[in-house]
């Protein structure tokens, strides 16, 4: 098996406040290889956005700091890289869309221009280049008219089109590697169909590595290959995307899938999660889910559960891992 | 036996807008709410579902006359709720209550939750003599989970989930009859999300409560819904049982926008029935003319440009306005 | 690039958000008392705050001194000595004596007066008026607001100099000697009419900001009346901005006064402010020094107290800093 694109290893990432210190990510690792879709799901505050921007290295010290950990891309090694070397491997190696598409593009310019920028400014393209390439990019992310559209600022531009710009600026300098932050979280269902469907098929033509992050269990379904379940900074379980969903392995997986209200089922009962997702500056002993845990017993109280084996390339954090995993 | 409690006929918003520095021009209207009907009956949910800009928290708004409709005519228990007056209106406020989507700006963070659940007892005096407002406030509390001996703190020391919760409290608190509920779970985590539906689901059956239910989460509505009505642009283009609009929808929009929904179960993956519609909701400053959806429609044909297709009963069992409509299971 | 998780729909905060968020889960027991309100908990958070209590203690100070200037100093400040001219300071005047041998200690008590109540009087016009019509135009007819915005900047487009001038040498002629009270009332008005449409427009904007927040509907729907959203809802989440340009405005306020001093149409002699006593001082700075040095000193040291108490104040009203 060769090396994987982007190897995440045991992520340790706190945020010093005035009111403490809140450990956000708590031995955060994922392997993502060319070609495939991991998903990284979790709820506000898991931490998986934390983990993506501290790959992007665009987190800001203060507050943030990176205590323990390693994140390879290609086997360098990005946190000993030099902050130049980290600005190049940001849109030439690995690209980063946002779920607000209004925010992150700039409103006082051009669409064409700030893709047309990035194009310059790296690749020392000429203006009259740019923009040539700038309206291939957008005519490749389905943008109508895009010879006209591309002088047009983000305001002009509706919910879907500007996501779609985004798409195209993160593609302008051919990444390896795309990080989608709940790219269609901010969308209409119709629009969003569109954008998962766009983005699918953009990974496969460029055979890139794609991380999603995301909350919803159903676009999961829908494009993941594998998924990486992230509660309070951990990953607690890491699966193939058919056997998660077939027996998942980890009593939160299980009842977060047991919460959702399904389109195609009728009349279900919803089971819930009893409380809330744990406080980081103050998360609990030993196996931070367990004060929601339905099967929790005095062991999970005060030993924090190791990645437990549940076959090639699938893990939990649970002390009961097993018997989880069999019931489903 | 339904017995309506809140009957909407041809309801009408639309907003000037508006240019100019001094004297303001007006150069369209945007067409929020464009003819709307429906019945709501008593212990009922009827859901409401459409994407952003199709009128529905417009709606909501209207209903709780929060803005005045521009035509048409609502009835509360069979009176016109819109020319409601003085002490009548405030028995009107008094029945109907509306939960708000964003549980973060929904609550005056200046203000206690024991103020803030307590308010309707200082508005409606009559409600509550002063002693009692405090245990009130608890019981309420207490009613929709949270802890009783909380009152002292603001919003913010609360999550979002608990902040719904605090919203929802203060919509029960003058014991409404009709709970207007614009996207109350959009804003929250999916294990957050599943208590509060299941706190309204219990309200409802404890209190009697009938629901406007707004979201654009079709699985949400399906979940709450007895009967829901499905919006675009401003109106609605099919409306029925939970049933029939999950298993047998006929309008296209509803059969594109169920087909796009995402189903957690990867096993379903290339497998379903897949409409995808091309490009974004037209502006509803100049909706198309016809049929509002002809311009994403497969189905569109010259009539759908001149015409516009009433909502009635064309094929299967419930009113659609498609002038195409059929039957196609989608789900 | 902006902070993804800034907006949308707060599905996923962005961790730094939630590292504040989530203090909710503590249970740390609140003491169950008698019925709390926002202002009764920002008035114990202000008790235990030491500059609010410095900054307190400044200002009493400064009233006192305004109100009684004999129990600081024996020594009348109209007492000329033309033996004593541009003294430095010593034991028997701590500030030395100025240009006319006046003790300058006992004038900058003296001064305290006029420059408090040009400054204070000034700022509660200027906010009250600025306030009002504020609130007002947010909630009036469009048109209306756009009337009051304009009229608004007419006055706010006239040089403040300029204004006063025109307003001052209109009530006054040159030649007339006014009674202390009533240059202090026309300048007074006359600062408040050339500045109130600054806190107008702050208090515009928190208002329509302020009236579109889903609380605000939530009340209305409860069929609150509009004097309770305006007091109960409004006022307490737009008076941060307000209050922090007052605190400012204070300052600039009592400089204000300073200026029309020296250009003779405000303030004038035998009155007595640390304005007047700052222009008197402009020719005479290298060679005394601490003709300007002791009055500045003052109007520092107030504004200063007033800013902090000003922020302090608002501080407390906010429950999140908490």
Same mark, same amino acid.
């Given at each position: 098996?060769?090396?994987p694109l982007l190897e995440v290893e045991d992520l340790h990432v706190e945020f010093r406040t005035r009111d403490g210190v809140a450990k956000v990510l708590n031995g955060v690792g994922y392997q993502v290889n060319a070609?495939e879709t991991l998903a990284v799901l979790g709820e506000s505050g898991s931490g998986k956005s934390v983990t993506a921007q501290t790959i992007m290295g665009i987190l800001d010290t203060p507050p943030a700091f990176v205590t323990k950990g390693a994140i390879r891309f290609n086997?360098?090694d990005l946190l000993a890289a030099?902050a130049?070397?980290r600005r190049d491997v940001r849109g030439d190696g690995i690209a980063m869309i946002f779920q607000d598409a209004l925010s992150a593009l700039n409103p006082?310019?051009? +669409?064409?221009?700030q893709?047309?920028?990035q ?22 992310v ?7 559209? +591309?002088?047009?600022?983000p305001?002009?531009?509706?919910g879907g089109?500007r996501q779609r710009a985004m798409i195209a600026m993160s593609l302008a300098l051919?990444p390896e590697m795309l990080i989608a932050d709940e790219p269609t979280t901010a969308l209409d269902v119709?629009v969003q169909a569109?954008i998962m469907?766009l983005l699918r098929?953009i990974q496969?033509?460029?055979?890139m590595g794609l991380i999603l992050i995301t909350h919803d269990l159903g676009v999961v379904a829908d494009v993941a290959d594998r998924i990486a379940v992230m509660y309070a900074g951990r990953i607690v379980e890491h699966a193939?995307v058919?056997?998660l969903?077939?027996?998942p392995?980890h009593?939160y997986t299980?009842s977060l899938l047991?919460s959702l ?12 999660i009893?409380g809330l997702p744990p406080s980081l500056t103050n998360i609990p002993?030993?196996c931070p889910f367990?004060?929601r ?5 005095? +062991? ?7 990645n ?7 893990t939990s954090a ?5 018997? +989880?995993?069999?019931?489903? | ?51 952003s ?41 008094? *029945? ?5 989507q964003d549980p973060y700006t ?50 913010h020391?609360f999550s979002g989930g608990q902040r719904q ?16 509920? *614009?996207e109350?779970v959009s804003a929250l985590d999916v294990s957050i999300q599943a208590q ?20 654009h989460d ?44 995402p189903?957690p ?36 044909? *010259? ?29 | 690039m902006s902070d993804p998780g800034a907006s949308g729909a707060g599905l996923e905060r962005a961790a730094a958000s939630a590292v504040g968020d989530l203090s909710h889960v ?109 609130? %007002? ?33 209109? %009530? ?58 305006? %007091? ?29 001093? %020296? ?30 040095? !002791? ?10 107290? !007033? ?13 999140k800093?908490?």
């Amino acid at each position: 098996m060769t090396a994987p694109l982007l190897e995440v290893e045991d992520l340790h990432v706190e945020f010093r406040t005035r009111d403490g210190v809140a450990k956000v990510l708590n031995g955060v690792g994922y392997q993502v290889n060319a070609g495939e879709t991991l998903a990284v799901l979790g709820e506000s505050g898991s931490g998986k956005s934390v983990t993506a921007q501290t790959i992007m290295g665009i987190l800001d010290t203060p507050p943030a700091f990176v205590t323990k950990g390693a994140i390879r891309f290609n086997g360098e090694d990005l946190l000993a890289a030099s902050a130049d070397r980290r600005r190049d491997v940001r849109g030439d190696g690995i690209a980063m869309i946002f779920q607000d598409a209004l925010s992150a593009l700039n409103p006082v310019f051009t +669409v064409g221009f700030q893709i047309e920028e990035q194009l310059r400014v790296r690749r020392g393209m000429t203006r009259k280049e740019a923009r040539a390439r700038a309206i291939e990019l957008l005519d490749l992310v389905k943008i109508p008219n895009a010879k006209n559209r +591309v002088g047009e600022y983000p305001h002009q531009f509706s919910g879907g089109m500007r996501q779609r710009a985004m798409i195209a600026m993160s593609l302008a300098l051919d990444p390896e590697m795309l990080i989608a932050d709940e790219p269609t979280t901010a969308l209409d269902v119709t629009v969003q169909a569109q954008i998962m469907d766009l983005l699918r098929e953009i990974q496969t033509e460029r055979d890139m590595g794609l991380i999603l992050i995301t909350h919803d269990l159903g676009v999961v379904a829908d494009v993941a290959d594998r998924i990486a379940v992230m509660y309070a900074g951990r990953i607690v379980e890491h699966a193939d995307v058919y056997q998660l969903f077939r027996a998942p392995g980890h009593p939160y997986t299980e009842s977060l899938l047991e919460s959702l209200p399904r389109l195609d089922l009728k009349g279900q009962e919803l089971k819930t999660i009893k409380g809330l997702p744990p406080s980081l500056t103050n998360i609990p002993s030993g196996c931070p889910f367990h004060p929601r845990c339905p099967r929790a017993v005095d +062991v999970c109280k005060t030993e924090v559960p190791a990645n437990h084996r549940l076959g090639l390339d699938r893990t939990s954090a649970c002390h009961f891992a097993e018997e +989880v995993v069999s019931r489903g | 036996m339904a017995e309506p409690i809140l009957e909407v006929t041809d309801l009408v918003k639309h907003f000037p807008v508006r240019v100019g520095v001094l004297f303001k021009r007006t150069i369209g209207h945007v067409k929020a709410v464009d003819g709307v009907s429906f019945t709501l009956n008593k212990g009922e949910t009827l859901g409401v579902v459409g994407e952003s800009g199709c009128g529905k928290s417009t709606l909501a708004q209207v209903l709780m006359r929060l803005e005045p409709p521009t035509s048409g005519g609502a009835k509360f228990e069979g009176r016109d709720m819109f020319a409601m007056r003085g002490a009548e209106l405030r028995k009107l406020r008094r *029945d109907i209550q509306i939960v708000l989507q964003d549980p973060y700006t929904s609550l005056n963070p200046r203000m206690t939750v024991g103020d803030i659940i307590g308010e309707p007892f200082e508005i409606h005096t009559d409600v509550a003599p002063k002693g009692s407002r405090r245990r009130k406030v608890q019981d309420l509390l207490d009613t929709v989970g949270l802890n009783p001996e909380h009152i002292h703190r603001y919003p913010h020391q609360f999550s979002g989930g608990q902040r719904q919760r605090i919203g929802i409290a203060r919509a029960l608190a003058l014991r409404p009859k009709v709970i207007v509920c *614009d996207e109350p779970v959009s804003a929250l985590d999916v294990s957050i999300q599943a208590q509060v539906m299941n706190l309204l689901g219990e309200l409802q059956s404890d209190l009697g409560l009938s629901y406007v239910f707004i979201a654009h989460d079709l699985s949400v509505v399906r979940h709450l819904s007895d009967r829901v009505a499905v919006m675009y642009l401003g109106k609605i283009v099919e409306t029925g049982t939970e049933d029939q609009i999950y298993e047998r929808p006929t309008h296209p929009y509803t059969q594109a926008l169920l087909s796009a929904v995402p189903v957690p179960d990867p096993t379903q993956r290339g497998t379903r029935d897949v409409i995808r519609l091309t490009g974004d909701v037209p502006s509803p400053i100049n909706p198309p003319s016809g049929c509002h959806f002809r311009t994403r429609c497969w189905k569109a044909q *010259d009539i759908c440009a001149t015409e516009e297709p009433e909502l009635v009963v064309r094929a299967g069992d419930h009113p659609s306005a498609c002038h195409f409509a059929e039957e196609r299971s989608v789900v | 690039m902006s902070d993804p998780g800034a907006s949308g729909a707060g599905l996923e905060r962005a961790a730094a958000s939630a590292v504040g968020d989530l203090s909710h889960v503590d249970d740390s027991s609140q003491k169950q008392g008698k019925p709390r309100s926002l202002w009764s908990d920002a008035w114990g958070e202000l008790r235990r705050k030491p500059t609010f209590i410095i900054s307190l203690v400044i200002i009493f100070i400064v009233v006192v001194m305004a109100a009684f200037p004999s129990l600081f100093t024996s020594v009348d400040p109209r007492a000329a000595n033309l033996d004593n001219y541009l003294k430095t300071p010593s034991a028997d005047a701590w500030f030395g004596y100025d240009v006319q041998g006046y003790d300058v200690y006992a004038r900058a008590i003296y001064g305290a007066r006029a420059s408090l109540l040009v400054g204070l009087f000034s700022t509660l016009l200027t906010v009250l008026i600025g306030s009002v019509v504020g609130i %007002f135009a947010s909630y009036a007819k469009s048109w209306v607001d756009s009337l009051l915005s304009r009229f608004g900047d007419i006055f706010a487009g006239v040089p403040f100099v300029l204004g006063a001038i025109v307003i001052l040498t209109t %009530f006054n002629s040159p030649t007339e000697n006014p009674s202390a009270v009533r240059i202090i009332t026309q300048v007074v008005l006359s600062i408040a009419v050339l500045s109130w449409p600054v806190s107008m427009r702050i208090m515009r904007s928190a208002t329509l900001v302020a009236k579109q927040q889903d609380y605000v509907k939530a009340a209305r729907g409860l069929g609150a009346s509009p004097l309770r959203i305006v %007091f109960r809802h409004l006022l307490p989440n737009t008076v941060a901005p307000v209050l922090v340009y007052a605190t400012i405005a204070l300052g600039a306020f009592i400089g204000a006064e300073a200026t029309l001093a %020296f250009l003779g149409i405000g303030l004038r002699p035998p009155v007595v402010s640390w304005g007047v006593m700052i222009s008197e001082s402009r020719d005479y700075f290298q060679a005394a020094p601490h003709m300007l040095l !002791f009055p500045a000193g003052f109007v520092t040291i107030t504004v200063l107290a !007033f800013v902090i108490l000003g922020d302090a104040v608002r501080d407390a009203l906010d429950p999140k800093s908490r």
